[in-house]
Every structure is written in C-alpha cells, then in structure tokens.
C-alpha cells in the first residue's frame, strides 16, 4: 500500500517520523492493538509486554512484534512496550491524530443505529452529516444532527471538509450515493450496503456485509455438525450434496 510521505509526526519524541509503506494485513490489525493498549492505559498501565498486549488483541505475539516493528516500535528487554508512546504511534500511523470528518449517507435502521453510535468520536471520527433521499427523513433529528437531503451533498461536503463517506442505504442506491461521493471529492467510503461497488482509482473502499459475516458462522456451524453426526467407530459416512454428488468424506462435502 503506498501512502504519503510526512515530515515528522506530533507528539512524544520517538513517535514515528515518516509513514511507513505497511502490508494491509498489518494495517487491519493496528485499530486491533489501539483498543487493547487504550484499555490498558485506562487501568492504569503504562507498559505491557508483546504477549500481554497480542493476548488483548487476540494475536499471536510473533506476529504482533511483527507488526510493530514495522513502526520502528521493538519495546524495551525485560520492560515491554510504552503503552503511552505506542498509542501516540499508532494514532499517527493510522491518521487519527486529526478528528476526520464523517458523512453518513441513508439513516434508514442501520444508518440511524450508526449515527446514533457515540464510539466513532473516542476513535478520532466526527460525524458531521447526515443525508438521505427520502423527504419523510428530511429534517429528522438523530444524535444532535439534522437529516439534510442527498441533493445537499455537495455544498455540506465543502463547508464540513468531509474525508469520509459512509454508505448505508439499500443496495439499490448505493452505487449512486458512492458516484455522488466521488463528484463531491470524498475519496475514502465505507460501504454496509449488500452490493459490490465501482469506484475510481485513488477512491478507497471498504465494505461491510453481516449476513455474509453470518453465512460464514454458518459454515462453520454446519461443519462442526457434520464433524459431530461422524458415526462413533471412525468409519466414513456417505454424505450426498445438491445436485446429487455424493461424497465419503464429509470435510469434502462442505469445501475443506
């Protein structure tokens, strides 16, 4: 992932002086390790070691030394790691050293829990607008912000400088929304939409599906059933698919 260059970074002396190029999947995990070392300041520890800190994160230690070094942090022999320093680290690392303006686009129920949601500004996020397209919306008050119409996009986006674009409509309009995004000079969107997305070069896009995260608890439900009904003695038991393909092997049948 390439990102921009900058010529020091605020804060305590140590924190990182440049951006560093991070692989993404370091980078999915760094917000991972900002909530376990937030808790640990909040108890009152000032440092903590890489296995304490990968346990709160759910990481292996290895690869969360890994991580870290990849942000010059190596912590300290028989010490650990400054949870204070290491925080200031990452919040710069993850551009949260600035409270980045949020527009929240549908507030239909998803969008009107998510709006309603005040961990985004303890996580250096501020939802500054509110839009949808239905006029019955129009004007609704959620969280202290008034729901203005999408045709408002473009002259809120310049007064709020809006860097983040949150898409939480039916999927039917979301590719219009995120289109409508883009004209406005947003050029980060998180998408909850059920859909797939295209999006210009230089736009990132993430996107959320919690039935998809559902159908995969599924499947690990199902397998978990199949690995249980495997009759006692050790033996095979024929298990037949849709479509009538039969398999021996249950792991098989389910894509293992």
Known sequence: MSQHRHPGAPGRAGAVPALPDLPEATVARLPEYLRALHNLAETGHETVSSEGLASAAGVNSAKLRKDLSHLGSYGTRGVGYDVGL?????????????RRAVALVG?????????????FVSRGFRIAALFD??????????????????DELPRVAAAEAIAIGVIATPASAAQAVADQLVAVGVTSILNFAPCVLSVPEGVDLRKVDLAIELQILSFHEHRKASLTALPATGGSALTALPGGLAVTDPQEAIGT
């Open 107 to 119: 507030v239909g129920n998803l969008g009107h829990a998510l709006a309603g949601y005040d961990g």
């Open 133 to 150: 397209a239905d006029t019955a919306r129009v004007g609704e008050e959620i969280n202290g912000l008034v729901v203005r119409h999408i």
């Open 86 to 98: 290491l925080i200031d680290q990452i919040e710069y690392v993850l551009g949260l050293t600035q």
